[in-house]
C-alpha cells in the first residue's frame, strides 16, 4: 500500500487533500493521471451496466434532497457507527475497529460486526483496551454518530433549513421512481443506473482512498415483479454480471476475490439477501462491492412518508403492486485503489502497472529519438497531435529512451512511440514499443492509429 500511496503521490494520480493547509483526514485530490483513471473506470461501468443493456436506464439526481427522504429511508434514525473517544488525548475513533485492531494484535480474532453499544462498551472494559495513539485507558462511553453531513439552504428559517447532503445515490432512485416510469415506457423488470458522489461523516482512518468523506457511488435498483420467477435467480445473475466486471472489464485477478455473505445479524432488517464482493487489500479482505435484496422497503418507506403512490401497475393483468429491489452498489474510488494494487508488478528494476490499456491514463506516448533535433521533434509532435484528436497520449522529449520508457512503465501506458532517423529519412515508419512485453515493432505512420485503437479494443497485449 505504502508503495501504491507513494506512486499515486508522485506520478499525480492521487494527492492527499489540501495539502498546504496540512490536509484534511480522510480526502483526497485526484490529480491528472487519477482523474482520467477514475473516469475510464466510469466509463467503463457506464457502459456495461447502463448503456449496453436494454433493460438499463441512467439517472443524475440532486445531492441536496428533501430531508424527508433521509427519514424515510431511515437514515436520519439509524446511519450510524458507534464511535469513543479519548479523554486524554481526544482520539476519536470506532469502537469496532478499536476493538477489532486490539485482538489482531495480540493474533486473535472476534467477531464485532452489529454489536449494541453496551456490548462494545462492555469488550472495552473487560479488556481495558488502551487508546491506540498515547496508550492510556481512559475512555468515554461508547455512543452512536450519524454519518451523514449536515447543512443549511439560505432562503427558509434556521430550524427548517436542515438539509443533508446524500448519504448514498440510492435515494435518488427510489424518489424518482414514479418520474421514471411515468416519462418511459418501461416494464419490469428494470434497472436505474447512477454515477455520483455520496458524503459520509466517516471519523476512522481512512486507508488511502478505501474509505473517504466523499466517495464515488455507481449504484443500480434494479425493479421487479416478486410474483414473477425466482429471485434468487435474478440474484445470482448479478453476482455473476458483478464478478466478469471486476474480472474482465477491469481485470482483475480472480484469486484476490470472493464473496462473502452476511449473516442474519448483519443483514438489515428488511434484506432477504446481501452479500459483499470483496478483494484482498493489503489490510485484508474487504468489501469492495455490496449486493442486496431489499425487498420493497424503500419504495414502501417512501410511499409513507411522501403521500405519494409508488406503485406499479401491470400493463397486461392490471394488477397494481410494489416492485422489489436488488440492489448492486459499489464505491468508484474503491474500484480505481484495487486495480492499481492488483496491476502493480516490480520487474527488476522496473515498475509496471499492468492496467488494462482501456483503462490507462495515457493510451500511447509520442517520443523524438533526440529532443535536440528539431526535424524529429517536429514530426513527433505532429504525430502526437494527430493521435490525441482519438485517445488520450503523452509527450515526453526528456532524458533518454530507456528513462522515458519506465517512466511510462510506472504509469501503465501501453504503448510508445518513438520518432527516429529512419522515420524522417527512409521508411515513414515509428518503433511501437510494447508496456508488457517490451518487444518494439515498426509501424508506418499512416496505420499507427489505427494499429494503436485495435490493439487497445482487443485489450492490448495481455
Ligand atoms: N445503497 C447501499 C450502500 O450505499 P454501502 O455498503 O454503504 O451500501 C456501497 O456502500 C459501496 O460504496 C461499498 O461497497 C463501497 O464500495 C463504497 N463505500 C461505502 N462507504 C465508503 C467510503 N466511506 N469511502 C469509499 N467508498 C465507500
Given at each position: 500500500?505504502?508503495?501504491?500511496?507513494?506512486?499515486?503521490?508522485?506520478?499525480?494520480?492521487?494527492?492527499?487533500?489540501?495539502?498546504?493547509?496540512?490536509?484534511?483526514?480522510?480526502?483526497?485530490?485526484?490529480?491528472?493521471?487519477?482523474?482520467?483513471?477514475?473516469?475510464?473506470?466510469?466509463?467503463?461501468?457506464?457502459?456495461?451496466?447502463?448503456?449496453?443493456?436494454?433493460?438499463?436506464?441512467?439517472?443524475?439526481?440532486?445531492?441536496?434532497?428533501?430531508?424527508?427522504?433521509?427519514?424515510?429511508?431511515?437514515?436520519?434514525?439509524?446511519?450510524?457507527?458507534?464511535?469513543?473517544?479519548?479523554?486524554?488525548?481526544?482520539?476519536?475513533?470506532?469502537?469496532?475497529?478499536?476493538?477489532?485492531?486490539?485482538?489482531?494484535?495480540?493474533?486473535?480474532?472476534?467477531?464485532?460486526?452489529?454489536?449494541?453499544?453496551?456490548?462494545?462498551?462492555?469488550?472495552?472494559?473487560?479488556?481495558?483496551?488502551?487508546?491506540?495513539?498515547?496508550?492510556?485507558?481512559?475512555?468515554?462511553?461508547?455512543?452512536?454518530?450519524?454519518?451523514?453531513?449536515?447543512?443549511?439552504?439560505?432562503?427558509?428559517?434556521?430550524?427548517?433549513?436542515?438539509?443533508?447532503?446524500?448519504?448514498?445515490?440510492?435515494?435518488?432512485?427510489?424518489?424518482?421512481?414514479?418520474?421514471?416510469?411515468?416519462?418511459?415506457?418501461?416494464?419490469?423488470p428494470?434497472?436505474?443506473?447512477?454515477?455520483?458522489?455520496?458524503?459520509?461523516?466517516?471519523?476512522?482512518?481512512?486507508?488511502?482512498?478505501?474509505?473517504?468523506?466523499?466517495?464515488?457511488?455507481?449504484?443500480?435498483?434494479y425493479?421487479f415483479?416478486p410474483?414473477v420467477g425466482d429471485w434468487n435467480k435474478l440474484f445470482e445473475s448479478w453476482k455473476d454480471?458483478?464478478?466478469?466486471?471486476?474480472?474482465?472489464?477491469?481485470?482483475?485477478?480472480?484469486?484476490?476475490?470472493?464473496w462473502?455473505e452476511?449473516?442474519?445479524?448483519?443483514?438489515?432488517?428488511?434484506s432477504k439477501r446481501t452479500e459483499?464482493?470483496?478483494?484482498?487489500?493489503?489490510?485484508?479482505?474487504?468489501?469492495?462491492?455490496?449486493l442486496a435484496y431489499?425487498t420493497?422497503?424503500?419504495?414502501?418507506?417512501?410511499?409513507?412518508?411522501?403521500?405519494?403512490?409508488?406503485?406499479?401497475?401491470?400493463?397486461?393483468?392490471?394488477?397494481?403492486?410494489?416492485?422489489h429491489?436488488i440492489?448492486?452498489?459499489?464505491?468508484?474510488?474503491?474500484?480505481?485503489?484495487?486495480?492499481?494494487?492488483?496491476?502493480?508488478?516490480?520487474?527488476?528494476?522496473?515498475?509496471?502497472?499492468?492496467?488494462?490499456?482501456?483503462?490507462?491514463?495515457?493510451?500511447?506516448?509520442?517520443?523524438?529519438?533526440?529532443?535536440?533535433?528539431?526535424?524529429?521533434?517536429?514530426?513527433?509532435?505532429?504525430?502526437?497531435?494527430?493521435?490525441?484528436?482519438?485517445?488520450?497520449?503523452?509527450?515526453?522529449?526528456?532524458?533518454?529512451?530507456?528513462?522515458?520508457?519506465?517512466?511510462?512503465?510506472?504509469?501503465?501506458?501501453?504503448?510508445?512511440?518513438?520518432?527516429?532517423?529512419?522515420?524522417?529519412?527512409?521508411?515513414?515508419?515509428?518503433?511501437?514499443?510494447?508496456?508488457?512485453?517490451?518487444?518494439?515493432?515498426?509501424?508506418?505512420?499512416?496505420?499507427?492509429?489505427?494499429?494503436?485503437?485495435?490493439?487497445?479494443?482487443?485489450?492490448?497485449?495481455?
Amino acid at each position: 500500500m505504502d508503495k501504491i500511496i507513494s506512486l499515486a503521490k508522485r506520478r499525480g494520480f492521487v494527492f492527499p487533500s489540501s495539502e498546504i493547509y496540512g490536509g484534511l483526514a480522510n480526502s483526497y485530490e485526484y490529480g491528472p493521471l487519477g482523474v482520467e483513471l477514475k473516469k475510464n473506470i466510469q466509463d467503463e461501468w457506464w457502459n456495461a451496466f447502463v448503456r449496453q443493456r436494454s433493460d438499463m436506464v441512467g439517472l443524475d439526481s440532486s445531492i441536496i434532497l428533501h430531508p424527508k427522504v433521509w427519514e424515510a429511508s431511515g437514515h436520519v434514525a439509524s446511519f450510524a457507527d458507534a464511535m469513543i473517544a479519548c479523554k486524554a488525548c481526544k482520539t476519536r475513533t470506532r469502537a469496532d475497529h478499536l476493538i477489532e485492531d486490539y485482538f489482531e494484535k495480540k493474533g486473535e480474532k472476534i467477531n464485532v460486526e452489529w454489536k449494541s453499544v453496551e456490548e462494545f462498551d462492555k469488550i472495552i472494559q473487560d479488556n481495558k483496551i488502551p487508546c491506540p495513539t498515547c496508550g492510556k485507558y481512559d475512555w468515554t462511553p461508547v455512543r452512536k454518530f450519524n454519518l451523514l453531513f449536515e447543512t443549511h439552504i439560505g432562503i427558509v428559517p434556521e430550524a427548517q433549513s436542515k438539509v443533508y447532503l446524500r448519504g448514498e445515490t440510492a435515494q435518488g432512485i427510489f424518489v424518482s421512481f414514479k418520474n421514471i416510469i411515468d416519462s418511459t415506457r418501461l416494464t419490469l423488470p428494470f434497472g436505474v443506473g447512477q454515477l455520483g458522489k455520496s458524503f459520509r461523516n466517516e471519523i476512522t482512518k481512512g486507508n488511502f482512498i478505501f474509505r473517504t468523506l466523499e466517495l464515488e457511488q455507481g449504484e443500480i435498483e434494479y425493479f421487479f415483479d416478486p410474483s414473477v420467477g425466482d429471485w434468487n435467480k435474478l440474484f445470482e445473475s448479478w453476482k455473476d454480471s458483478m464478478w466478469s466486471f471486476v474480472t474482465g472489464n477491469l481485470n482483475v485477478r480472480e484469486e484476490n476475490l470472493r464473496w462473502r455473505e452476511h449473516s442474519d445479524e448483519e443483514r438489515s432488517f428488511y434484506s432477504k439477501r446481501t452479500e459483499d464482493l470483496e478483494y484482498n487489500f493489503p489490510f485484508g479482505f474487504k468489501e469492495l462491492w455490496g449486493l442486496a435484496y431489499r425487498t420493497d422497503y424503500d419504495l414502501s418507506q417512501h410511499m409513507k412518508y411522501s403521500g405519494v403512490d409508488l406503485s406499479y401497475s401491470d400493463p397486461v393483468t392490471g394488477r397494481k403492486f410494489i416492485p422489489h429491489v436488488i440492489e448492486p452498489a459499489v464505491g468508484i474510488n474503491r474500484l480505481m485503489a484495487m486495480v492499481m494494487l492488483d496491476s502493480y508488478s516490480e520487474e527488476g528494476d522496473r515498475v509496471v502497472l499492468k492496467l488494462k490499456p482501456k483503462l490507462a491514463p495515457y493510451k500511447a506516448a509520442v517520443f523524438p529519438l533526440l529532443a535536440n533535433k528539431p526535424e524529429l521533434v517536429e514530426l513527433a509532435r505532429k504525430i502526437y497531435l494527430d493521435l490525441k484528436k482519438d485517445m488520450q497520449v503523452a509527450w515526453d522529449a526528456r532524458g533518454n529512451i530507456g528513462k522515458r520508457y519506465y517512466s511510462q512503465d510506472e504509469i501503465g501506458t501501453p504503448y510508445c512511440v518513438t520518432v527516429d532517423f529512419d522515420t524522417v529519412e527512409k521508411d515513414a515508419g515509428v518503433t511501437v514499443r510494447n508496456r508488457d512485453t517490451m518487444k518494439q515493432e515498426r509501424v508506418p505512420i499512416d496505420k499507427l492509429k489505427d494499429y494503436l485503437k485495435n490493439a487497445i479494443q482487443q485489450n492490448g497485449s495481455q
